[in-house]
């Protein structure tokens, strides 16, 4: 069953913050965030895999509840390139290890001078 | 660049028809996944092989087939295409142990 993401888009000026989060009704064994810019492949930002785990990657961050199935991407800081769509994928206890990821259907992020 | 490399990048053809993608992953990238993005369903996960061997099955259509092959490239083969086969067709690739998939550019599928 498809991850809900939410919100569904978002406008940010430059230097807000934003959350991402994505929910699913099953037990997940794996979470992958990806953002894809208009016209572009997706390009992975990070995966988290136990409950509780939280990773960063400079001023992108993500945190995986693991009991409620969900997990949230966080931006700080936000700058222009930031712009683009982001994707959760979700990977099922059942299926762990495959990869088959089952993705949201996205969050429009921009951000404006 | 992420090193993916998928051919060709547009293709237009009729109903009924078939069309084989093409994908050559990173080098030494064991791992080979195909995605197909639409406007209504989504990023679709279709299929992963690794080494050879199919992994996983996701939502692919049984007019839909795919192979890897020993020199790790993949194709993946659409036959009796329909309209709603219209869509973006991502393949990506990820090392051996590596949860990290990097994708290709994508062929644009148009059915007519």
């Known amino acids: 069953q498809q991850p809900v993401q939410s919100p569904q888009a978002v406008i940010l000026r430059e230097g807000e913050d934003a959350v991402i989060n994505c929910s699913s009704s099953?037990?997940?064994?794996?979470v992958h965030w990806y953002r894809q810019k208009h016209g572009e492949a997706p390009v992975f930002l990070m995966i988290l895999l136990k409950g509780g785990e939280q990773k960063g990657h400079e001023k992108i961050s993500a945190s995986f509840n693991e009991k409620k199935q969900q997990s949230s991407l966080y931006l700080t800081a936000s700058q222009l390139s930031y712009s683009g769509t982001y994707f959760c994928g979700t990977e099922p206890y059942s299926g762990a290890g495959s990869y088959q990821l089952t993705f949201g259907k996205g969050t429009k992020l921009s951000v404006i001078p | 660049d992420s090193g993916v490399t998928q051919t060709p990048k547009h293709l237009i053809t009729a109903t009924g028809q078939r069309v084989t993608l093409r994908c050559s992953p990173r080098s030494g990238d064991l791992s080979v996944y195909w995605y197909q993005q639409s406007l209504d369903q989504g990023l679709q996960f279709l299929i992963h092989y690794y080494n050879g061997e199919e992994r996983a099955k996701g939502n692919i259509l049984e007019r839909f087939s795919a192979q890897q092959f020993p020199d790790l490239h993949s194709e993946l083969n659409l036959s009796s295409l329909e309209l709603g086969d219209s869509a973006l067709y991502f393949c990506a690739s990820s090392a051996s142990g590596s949860t990290e998939a990097f994708f290709g550019q994508g062929t644009r599928l148009t059915v007519v």
């Open positions: 099953k037990a997940l064994y794996s």
